[in-house]
């Protein structure tokens, strides 16, 4: 309640986390008071731990005392704004496994692609939009060329084929890389 009132919560946000067994609303409070969480990353974290509860048949308290969540709340080399992102980002991939499972098999793609440092290819959070995003840097003309034709050649791939594909939703994403 503390907590809450200090951040200036809505009222229906603490109601909802007051109607939470006990233990549940300890282990949340553990993190948001640590971490600093304000109102809206809460809510995000209580629809995905309850909706992750329901699926699992869990109890909140349990989820959040994954080695998964307490590795990353304990880490001492992270800060409190990498840690909340960190713990969000685990709770959204048990949320959305398929979603994550598609995220993971488009970076081992790219990775099989071998391209050089310069090159970064990237797809946004949640695979919004469904595109790749491309970028690279050059210090000469030679390089911006040496770079273009790597690009090129990536992009007639099979691997980028299939990056695509995962993109649109063609595929299951259940063909992880037999690696």
Known sequence: ???ASSKGFHRQTLDRWLAWEPADQDALEE????????ENHLRDM????EEISLREHSKIHELLTRQAIFSVQTDP??????????????????RFPRLAAIEESIRMKIRE?????????SVPPGLEGGRLHVEFSAGS?????KLTRRLSDAATS????????????????NERSQH
């Open 1 to 3: 309640r503390d907590y």
């Open 31 to 38: 993190i948001a008071v640590s971490l600093k969480v304000s």
């Open 46 to 49: 209580m629809d995905w731990l």
């Open 77 to 94: 080399r992270l800060g409190r704004a990498d840690k909340l992102k960190r713990i969000k980002e685990q709770l959204r991939r048990w």
């Open 113 to 121: 692609l071998k391209l050089p440092a310069e090159i970064d290819l």
């Open 141 to 145: 003309r030679v390089e911006l060329e």
């Open 158 to 173: 099979a691997t980028v084929a299939e990056i695509f594909e995962l993109l649109s939703g063609q595929t299951g994403g």
